[in-house]
């Protein structure tokens, strides 16, 4: 081959595939200029030819199996983009091992497997890239393992799910309730027709344990990490956290302490003063706090077809820089220490509680008594809403806490909802600090 081209082997022409495809051939003169070698695709893996013909690929380079791919000598760089873990896992290792450098967007693989890849690219000696895997479009993994290389991160905490953060924004502005969001967010094409993964946490964990693996050398597991998703989320909080001073957002957290890493996902009071209340809609932001640098906060669309697309590539020129320069490799796993992660009872932060309890005298102070008894202390309580039933009048009261353990405001939860003064306990939200 031409030794001013550089072969890729396309493995998926989705959504983000067929933006790699688009970006390759509109940016092409600035690539190359940039680059000094023309990157050219050499084979595409997909299982239905309709999808690279469309595309104008032509179907000679066309193939539905990953042998073909393996087996040219002139692909030098696997780049995949089918998602999900198998095959795009043994597809990954397989290529790495045989000295083929891969990028990939896949964060269920990078999450999970991180390890194992990492294994997988010091044996073939070659480079595996991922900057697509968390915040889309947002140069973040490179800023961690690269620029604020230098720093101690005390904590990275992300807005890393456009979908959500679509989902809150839309109920903060118009007042409308989880449902109709989810279904405006399916209806823009934002939330896919099963949103669990996105609703649920579960996307933004993944995403939360490659951030906090770099950040923290120590390997984060999406197991690990504590999560809970959105769906419990009611106009009603919002509104109070309006009225407080604060916006509900999904909050991926990742923080460092002495011997414990605490990672994890949930929706949260913010504060308004906070550098990430201000990102709305489908944006993603993540907000890193480094010894030295102090607090910096990366922004961008994390997701969509260019944006995941533009990480794709820039990874990509990223291979072709260390094949240039015989650094291939040089990034190999960082994760050098075995940090604990700290248990969910353990963690401490502040909790904004909805109750709804009997109107009668006696009740605020039956319920403060139980909280006292488990060393939770309270910093506000309001009585905003009476509710006027047939059986008995009952009130809706808000509660704040100072910040304590997890631990002991779930065992004060579980007996202050078997009291008889109280009707329910509507819902429980953590309070991050400003
Ligand atoms: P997608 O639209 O579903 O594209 C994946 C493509 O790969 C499909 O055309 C699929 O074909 C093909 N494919 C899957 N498994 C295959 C196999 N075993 N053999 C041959 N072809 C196969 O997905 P995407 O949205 O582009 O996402 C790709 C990756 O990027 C995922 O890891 C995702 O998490 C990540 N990512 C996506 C975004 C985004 O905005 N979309 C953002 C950040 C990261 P079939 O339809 O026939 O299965
Ligand atoms: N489903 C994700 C989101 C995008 O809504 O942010 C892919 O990571």
Redesign the pocket.
């Known amino acids: 081959m031409n030794s001013e081209v550089v072969g890729i082997g396309l ?9 790699v495809v688009k970006m390759l051939r509109e940016n092409s003169e600035e690539i190359t200029q940039r680059l000094g070698k023309k990157l050219i695709i050499k084979k595409v ?4 030819p309709e ?1 690279p013909r469309r595309l104008g690929i032509p179907l000679e380079i066309v193939t ?1 199996s ?1 042998d073909d791919v393996l087996g040219d000598p002139e692909v030098k760089i696997v780049v ?5 873990i198998e ?2 896992r043994q597809y990954i290792i397989q290529a790495l091992r045989q000295g083929k450098h891969v990028v ?6 990078v999450a999970a497997y991180g390890k194992e890849l990492f294994e997988a690219a010091t044996a073939g000696g070659a480079d595996l890239y991922f900057e ?2 968390v915040g ?1 479009g947002i140069p973040i993994i490179r800023v961690l393992k690269e620029s604020l290389a230098a720093n101690k991160f005390e904590e990275v905490i992300g807005i890393v799910n456009g979908t959500t953060n679509y989902i809150l924004t839309r109920m903060s502005e118009e007042g409308i309730d989880f449902g109709e969001a989810l279904r405006a967010a399916q209806e823009a094409g934002y939330a896919e027709a099963d949103p669990a993964a996105d609703i649920e946490g579960l996307d933004a964990a993944r995403k939360i344990a490659i951030l906090a693996s770099i950040a923290f050398n120590t390997r984060v597991l999406p197991d690990d990490v504590f999560v809970e998703g959105i769906t419990r989320i009611t106009p009603e909080d919002i509104e109070y956290a309006r009225e407080l001073g604060y916006c509900v957002k999904l909050l991926a957290i990742a923080r460092q302490w002495e011997e414990e890493v605490e990672v994890r996902v949930h929706p949260a009071f913010l504060p308004n003063s906070h550098p990430l209340a201000a990102v709305n809609g489908v944006f993603n932001a993540i907000f890193v706090r480094g010894n030295a640098v102090g607090e910096t906060m990366f922004y961008g669309q ?4 260019m ?2 697309a533009s ?1 794709v590539v820039g990874d990509i020129m990223q291979v072709v820089r260390n094949m240039e320069a015989g650094s291939s490799g040089r990034f190999s796993c960082t994760c050098y220490l075995e940090k604990k992660v700290r248990p969910r009872g353990k963690i401490t932060s502040k909790y904004y509680i909805r109750l709804i309890v009997k109107d009668r005298p006696g009740v605020l102070a039956s319920i403060a008594g139980v909280f006292g008894n488990h060393n939770v202390s309270l910093a506000s309580v309001i009585q905003k809403r009476t509710i006027t039933s047939s059986e008995e009048q009952m009130a809706e009261i808000v509660l704040i806490t100072h910040e304590v353990e997890e631990q002991n405001l779930q065992d004060a939860l579980t007996v202050i909802s078997g009291l008889s003064v109280v009707g329910s306990v509507e819902n429980v939200i953590r309070v991050e600090r400003g």
């Open positions: 493995l998926g022409v989705g959504t983000v595939g067929s933006g893996l997909e299982r239905d999808k539905n990953f995949e983009l089918l998602g999900g095959p795009a990939t967007a896949n964060k269920d693989v697509a895997s889309g994390g997701a969509g077809q944006p995941t990480a």
